[in-house]
């Protein structure tokens, strides 16, 4: 009997393990351009709280300006579908993007929980849309360079909290990022880190971290 | 007379499944069209997702070999690599520009695609995958770009079975050589 029970333990660490160890990519746009969560269904994946993979139909429900509440998800069309609010939710895959849940008090990093859409998801590493942030919106009568792109964005890096803007984007990026040598040298090159070029930058950091 | 019977079969036997094998294990990227009863938007042509490349090297030489071959193509290997465990596995993510050709009315659009590559190095063999296959589309008033997904698949023949000259020839054979020549380049 205690053998099966440790064969059991065995097995579910395993599991366990192979969930920790999966990692989401970023399979769409990777520019600084704002991102909404459309409300027409797509195929896409939620990932529940413990890991577990929902692949189906999704879509975005309810909304708080053009920001997402809640997700939902069915595996066909014609069947019932299920809501999933970000409390429930690790992330969810939606039409090429990431959409992460993380606590909405983000500088206490507790409490209820929100929908974030990320340009970046890394392991060490992610950059997420601020629903604050200012963006680039063309006025009658003038012309506009970098329409629709967000002037900062939010990163998040070993649970704390950093605020990256446009303005002074490398020396916040350098301060939070300085840790790793080899990324350090790379930033020297001023045609790669630039605030445009923010989701290579960011995944440059994640592949270099301790180098 | 019974063993040259039994023989004969054994050889083709081991003849069918070799056959098996290759059909199984493919050794090149191919679009093979496929056979819908009722084609909406023409018949589809699928690409096969895996190919096997079989050699007499270890895992970890496999793996410096796939990590040697990014490394030669890209001055920082890390901005591709997505994924990676030595000696498993090496998950590429690449854009390569104007893959996807186009021509309308004697006018050519070339368009990106994106793609995940995952080369998974194990002894005697690599496994590459394609999966997450995406074109670039501008639309709309201000050409707004968007990743659009194309499921390893291009649509290379009518609802009516004859092949689209915009697209046959063309798209499938510039994709299949680009994915082959990273298979060649690993042999």
Not at chain 1, 52 to 66: A, P
Not at chain 1, 178 to 185: A, L, P, T
Not at chain 2, 40 to 46: D, F, H, P, T
Not at chain 2, 131 to 155: C, H, P, Q, V
């Amino acid at each position: 009997m205690k053998q099966y029970v440790f064969l059991l333990m065995f097995l579910i660490s395993v599991n366990l393990s192979a969930q920790e160890a999966k990692s989401y990519y970023n399979v769409g746009n990777t520019s600084t351009q704002v991102k909404y969560v459309g409300a027409g269904y797509l195929p896409g994946t939620i990932v529940l709280k413990d890991g577990t993979e929902l692949k189906g139909q999704v879509r975005g429900s309810s909304y708080s300006g053009n920001n997402v509440r809640s997700f939902k998800f069915r595996t066909k069309k014609g069947e019932k579908a299920q809501v999933f609010k970000a409390d429930a939710c690790k992330l969810v895959l939606y039409d090429g993007l990431i959409i992460i849940s993380l606590p909405k008090k983000l500088k206490k990093m507790e409490g209820k929980r929100s929908f974030y859409v990320a340009l970046y998801y890394g392991k060490y590493l992610t950059v997420f849309q601020d629903p604050d942030a200012n963006v680039v919106e063309r006025s009658p009568g003038s012309i506009s360079f970098n329409d629709g792109q967000m002037l900062s964005y939010l990163m998040l890096k070993d649970k704390e909290l950093h605020k990256i803007s446009k303005l002074r984007f490398r020396k916040r990026m350098l301060e939070a990022c300085n840790d790793s040598k080899k990324f350090v040298e790379r930033a020297k090159d001023k045609k790669w880190f630039t605030y445009d070029n923010v989701y290579k930058v960011a995944h440059f950091y994640n592949q270099t971290r301790g180098q | 007379m019974k063993t040259i019977q039994v023989s004969k079969i054994l050889i083709l036997f081991i003849c069918f499944q070799i056959h098996a094998q290759e059909s199984e294990n493919p050794t090149v990227f191919k679009y093979e069209k496929t056979d819908e009863k009722k084609p909406l938007a023409g018949y589809k042509s699928v690409l096969n997702s895996s190919v096997f490349i079989n050699n007499e090297s270890s895992a970890a030489s496999n793996y410096s070999l796939v990590y040697n071959y990014i490394k030669s193509k890209y001055d920082y290997p890390e901005d591709v690599i997505i994924s990676s465990s030595e000696p498993e596995s090496i998950v590429i993510q690449e854009t390569i520009t104007d893959l996807l050709t186009i021509v309308s009315f004697g006018v050519t659009h070339n368009n990106d695609i994106m793609y995940n590559m995952s080369f998974e190095t194990s002894d005697n063999v690599i496994k590459c995958s394609v999966s997450n296959m995406r074109s670039l589309i501008k639309s709309g008033y201000e050409m707004e770009e968007k990743w659009t997904d194309m499921g390893n698949a291009l649509f290379l023949h009518k609802r009516n079975g004859k092949p689209k000259k915009s697209m046959i020839g063309i798209t499938d054979i510039k994709i299949e050589n680009h994915l082959n020549k990273i298979v060649t380049a690993l042999k």
